[in-house]
Structures are given as structure tokens and as C-alpha cells.
């Protein structure tokens, strides 16, 4: 997987969210269940940037059963695999 199958769909103060586009034959119209969430392409990475993500990672986790909250699927360093509300 490279970053060109994915599209921007927001962007923060230190990260960017991306959608996978879907491959052909499937339609722009289909459902996404899930979204990337990595560090802002252009930032510099540090350790405040990975203990910032690593927290975001806790708190999806340790709230996994509020509505309110997305669902996290992985956690790498300054990225963040989780449930997308589109």
C-alpha cells in the first residue's frame, strides 16, 4: 500500500486523517469502514508527536464502549488505524 491509495480527508493541528480510495471496480460510492491517521506529512517527527498518538491510541481503547468514541483498530508510533464516521 502506498500513500497514493489513500485521499485526504481532514487535517489537525499535528495529524492528517486519510480514506483508502477504493480499487476498481468498486464504486466511489461504497461504504469505508476504516480510516488512517498518521502524522502530518510535513511535521517533524519527535517523541512529543509518538507519546501524542500513543495517547489518542489509549484513549480509543480504554473508551471502546461509548458510541462517542471510534473504534481502534492498530497503533504504530505516530499512526493510527480506527473506525471512520463518514
Same mark, same amino acid.
Given at each position: 500500500?502506498?500513500?497514493?491509495?489513500?485521499?485526504?480527508?481532514?487535517?489537525?493541528?499535528?495529524?492528517?486523517?486519510?480514506l483508502p480510495?477504493?480499487?476498481?471496480?468498486?464504486?466511489?460510492?461504497?461504504?469505508?469502514?476504516?480510516?488512517?491517521?498518521?502524522?502530518?506529512? !510535513?511535521?517533524?517527527?519527535?517523541?512529543?508527536?509518538?507519546?501524542?498518538?500513543?495517547?489518542?491510541?489509549?484513549?480509543?481503547?480504554?473508551?471502546?464502549?461509548?458510541?462517542?468514541?471510534a473504534d481502534?483498530?492498530?497503533?504504530?508510533?505516530?499512526?493510527? !488505524?480506527?473506525?471512520? !464516521?463518514?
Amino acid at each position: 500500500t502506498k500513500m497514493s491509495d489513500y485521499r485526504i480527508i481532514g487535517s489537525g493541528g499535528y495529524m492528517s486523517a486519510w480514506l483508502p480510495l477504493p480499487p476498481p471496480p468498486f464504486s466511489i460510492t461504497r461504504t469505508t469502514v476504516a480510516a488512517l491517521k498518521t502524522l502530518k506529512l !510535513f511535521k517533524d517527527y519527535d517523541t512529543l508527536h509518538m507519546e501524542k498518538s500513543r495517547m489518542d491510541a489509549l484513549v480509543m481503547e480504554r473508551l471502546t464502549s461509548s458510541p462517542h468514541i471510534a473504534d481502534i483498530y492498530g497503533h504504530c508510533a505516530t499512526s493510527i !488505524f480506527d473506525e471512520a !464516521f463518514v
